[in-house]
């Protein structure tokens, strides 16, 4: 699904997979280019925590994969995809605390289970696509409310 609305952006970033050194690389640069735009300050932060937490799960549980940024004049979208063991229950893997991370992740205190459910809770829209054994995506959407600290509005735009 798409929604209308003005490109301003694209951007893309390789994430590499079972690399958790460089984890965490794209989503501080996704935060540089935001700023740059001239995106509000809560809607970098919140892009910014989707982003690290959807680059952590392609390092950890994938071989790599890529993360397209694209900013809007009304949204920042994220989208996640990879080519790797896919998410065999989507909604089991959405709860909070679920996790398959292995011993020696959860020693570098990763597999908590609250990636996907701190995306849900960062964006506005989450959509998650997978099948096993091909790969998944996951498209991230974050509304832009420039009028939000003035009216307190929901969702209107102008
Ligand atoms: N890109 C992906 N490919 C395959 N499986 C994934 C992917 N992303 C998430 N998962 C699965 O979904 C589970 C839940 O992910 P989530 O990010 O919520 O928690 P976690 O990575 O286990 O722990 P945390 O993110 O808190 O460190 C993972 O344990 C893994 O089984
Ligand atoms: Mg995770």
Not at 14 to 43: F, I, N, W
Not at 44 to 50: E, H, K, L
Not at 70 to 83: A, H, P, Q, T
Not at 121 to 146: C, H, M
Request: aromatic share 6%; with cysteine; charged share 25%.
């Amino acid at each position: 699904m798409s929604l209308p609305g003005i490109l301003r952006h694209r951007e893309v970033f390789s994430v590499a997979g079972q690399d958790l050194e460089k984890a965490g690389t794209v989503s501080t640069e996704v935060q540089r280019v935001l700023r740059k735009l001239g995106v509000e300050p809560e809607v970098v932060r919140r892009a910014g925590i989707v982003c690290f937490e959807g680059e952590m799960n392609i390092a950890l549980y994938t071989p790599g994969g890529r993360v397209i940024l694209l900013v809007y004049d009304d949204r920042v979208e994220l989208i996640f995809s990879d080519y790797g063991p896919g998410i065999p229950d989507i909604e089991l893997a959405r709860q909070p605390g679920y996790s398959t991370a292995p011993i020696w992740a959860r020693e570098m205190g990763f597999g908590a289970g609250m990636g996907l459910p701190n995306m849900e809770a960062n964006s506005d829209q989450l959509e998650i696509r997978s099948r096993p054994g091909e790969g998944t995506v996951i498209r991230a959407v974050i509304r832009r409310r420039k009028d939000d600290a003035s009216t307190g509005g929901r969702g209107a735009s102008t």
